[in-house]
């Protein structure tokens, strides 16, 4: 995919009409069945190869002499783009001259991705020829394929395309289609621009995964990246494909935040899209970034991603500054920070826990998280820029550390556990799921300094033992809710599927704790996983045991690619080398993990303070800056 196109296939090539199969843009199935016939025959499919997050060769073989024996003579190679161009290369190893007769079947239905997900899609429409292939129309729109050479016959009626092609012995002969709604012209992807807002980073070193882990992540991000139409120098990042591929606002934070160690610009485009949603009619909902609700399992109702999206804000402003995020941009998204943090101190009113916006909803553990850490990095946020409002938002930070700490742990004999959430009426909602781990993102302050979290020392360590245990990690990642609890679901959306998101979350928060054990066999278990997944990693998988010789089962309902687990890859990345940069000051600070769980790792071509940056830590988990940007200052 590269949005707006996106293109979906079997592993055999074919584009068959059925399911998802069809090349898309826009969210409109511009082609939905691509069938090839080389002398009446399809080739056999052997191989299906992701060149990049936009491309993919099939290669199929054929036997056009079968008395010759049972080694193939002709390989048929397809590479698909997911602009809608398809080239098909027939490469002959026979020892005479072959005239091949090739057809091609095309069709569509013009059905928008939505209604096909729902199964409700019309029949295939008739086709018309049009210039050198075919156009289909109907009251949704238009299609037309066009084919380079021209055929030789094209026949409406049946939707076929037919070429006689010559090869001469060990010669080659290709076909070129491109498919575009009509009057279109290509597709632009934004994240495939000359000036990406992606720096091109690499990460080298002992385990081979974790460069094709890194890679495979920006290139999906790239082809997420997404323009907002009314201002197209902002970019932001697409949810996922192929059921999100518009904007959702948390989800676009939280990647954008997890991607920093790749450069601002990103943050600052998503940042600005999402000021112009801010709510500014005046009421309790001023100030906040409008978002749908989201299933949040079997013990609770669903939760707001608008509140979500509307603390994420300053927090991810707050951090981009740290990674040197310009001043005039800064000063240009702080008024919507400010409405954001508004909006916060409103909706807690006189109370010290964020409440849940329906009214009757629970308090949220892991909103009191995000609430936390926006109040702690917005009030260092609007006191850098002589804002007033820092010193009340950190006195109400800290009344809402010694709340929590005494009203949202559950004691028990096992060392105790948070509560997912109390109720209106102060009851404990006592399942243990993967969002505790929000509990462990504090966010970054200056001088590299983690903020401080919700938990105290203690309950902290408890914490970090419960996620690294059997119920929770799953060998895979972090189940989204632990198995021994009631409603646990190998499958379920936040009742017992491995989430990307919330694993790297916790393996970032346990590193930065100390709880390196508890990190390691997280982000060793979310490395084993991308490989099974050939890198892209889906943004959940079922959470069943891991065993010796399994493979993740994948999720029906995933997204793959996704936002939040291609910038999961990032952010590991940024974890294993502990980076905190400080620009404003001028320093960056490695805390590296010291057990080096991945052995020796250099990491390169990732950007602070607007610089490239290049670090190296080694097995002993030293950490040495090989590339920065002039007058930065090592801290550790």
């Known amino acids: 995919m590269a949005l707006p196109g996106l293109a979906i296939s079997t592993d055999q ?17 511009v082609l939905s069945r691509c069938q090839i016939r080389v002398a009446g025959r399809e080739p056999l499919a052997v191989q299906a190869r992701m060149t990049a997050a936009d491309c993919v060769r099939f290669v199929g073989t054929l036997r056009t002499s079968p008395q010759a024996g049972p080694d193939p003579d002709v390989v048929v190679e397809r590479t698909r783009h997911a602009d809608g161009t398809e080239r098909i290369t027939l490469r002959s190893a026979a020892a005479r001259a072959l005239r091949l007769p090739v057809e091609i079947a095309l069709a569509t239905d013009l059905a ?9 899609t019309g029949p295939e429409l008739p086709a018309s020829v049009h210039d050198s292939g075919l156009r289909w129309s109907c009251a949704k729109g238009n299609s037309v394929v066009t084919a380079d050479p021209p055929p030789s016959e094209a026949l409406a009626s049946a939707g076929l395309l037919r070429w006689e092609l010559e090869l001469p012995p060990g010669g080659s002969a290709s076909i070129e289609l491109r498919v575009r709604p009509a009057g279109a012209g290509p597709v632009r992807a934004v994240g495939r621009a000359a000036t990406g807002a992606l720096a091109p980073a690499r990460a080298d070193g002992d385990h081979p995964g974790v460069d094709a882990l890194l890679r495979t992540s920006i290139g999906d991000l790239q082809a997420l990246m997404v323009r907002d139409p009314a201002h197209p120098s902002d970019t932001y990042l697409a949810a996922g494909a192929p059921w999100r591929c518009g904007l959702a606002p948390a989800e676009a934070l939280a990647a954008a935040r997890m991607s920093l160690p790749l450069g601002t610009r990103l943050a600052a485009g998503t940042l600005r899209t999402l000021a112009r949603a801010q709510l500014r009619v005046q009421g309790g909902q ?26 994420l804000f300053p927090a991810l402003l707050a951090e981009a500054r740290r990674w040197g995020l310009p001043e005039p941009e800064i000063e240009e998204l702080l008024p919507a920070a400010e409405r954001c943090l508004t909006w ?13 916006p329906q009214p009757g909803g629970p308090v949220r553990c892991e909103t009191q998280a995000h609430a936390h850490r926006a109040a702690l990095l917005g009030a260092d946020l609007l006191d850098f820029c002589g804002r007033p409002g820092g010193a009340e938002l950190r006195h109400w930070a800290g009344a809402l550390r010694t709340k929590f700490r005494a009203e949202f742990w559950i004691d028990d004999l096992g060392g105790g556990r948070p509560a997912a959430a109390r109720t209106p009426d102060g009851r404990f909602v006592p399942y243990l799921g993967a969002a505790a781990a929000h509990l462990l993102d504090s966010g970054l302050l200056g001088g590299g300094e983690q903020a401080p979290g919700l938990l105290d020392k203690v309950q902290t360590e408890q914490l970090a033992r419960l996620l690294g245990g059997p119920a929770m990690d799953s060998g895979w990642g972090l189940r989204g809710l ?5 409603g646990h679901n190998p499958f379920g ?11 790297a979350v916790a393996v970032a928060g346990l590193a930065a704790a100390d709880y390196e054990k508890e990190a390691s066999a997280l982000l060793k278990g979310l490395l084993a996983a991308a490989g099974a997944f050939g890198h892209r990693l889906p943004d959940m998988y079922a959470g069943e045991q891991r065993t010796e010789g399994s493979v993740p089962l994948p999720h029906p309902a995933a997204c793959r690619p996704a936002a939040t687990a291609a910038a999961a890859g990032v952010l590991l990345c940024a974890t294993l080398a502990g980076l905190r940069p400080d620009a404003p000051a001028g320093t960056v ?8 769980p991945l052995g020796e790792i250099v990491l390169t071509g990732l950007r602070v303070a607007g610089a490239p940056f290049s670090v190296r830590v080694s097995r002993l988990g030293l950490a040495m800056v090989e590339e920065a940007a002039e007058g930065l200052q090592l801290r550790t």
């Open 13 to 29: 090539g074919q584009l068959t009409g059925r399911g998802l199969d069809g090349i898309y843009r826009a969210g409109r199935r």
């Open 493 to 503: 959306h936040r009742s017992g599927a491995v989430r990307v998101h919330e694993t």
């Open 286 to 311: 001023f100030g906040m970034i409008p978002g749908p609700r989201r299933d949040a399992g079997t013990h609770l109702p669903p939760g707001c991603t608008g509140t979500e999206a509307t603390l």
């Open 482 to 486: 632990g198995a021994k609890e009631t």
């Open 112 to 120: 928008d991705l939505a209604a096909i997900a729902c199964g409700d």
């Open 589 to 596: 600070t490695l805390r590296p993990m010291r057990s080096a």
């Open 344 to 356: 916060l101190r409103t909706a807690v009113g006189g109370d010290v826990y964020l409440p849940d």
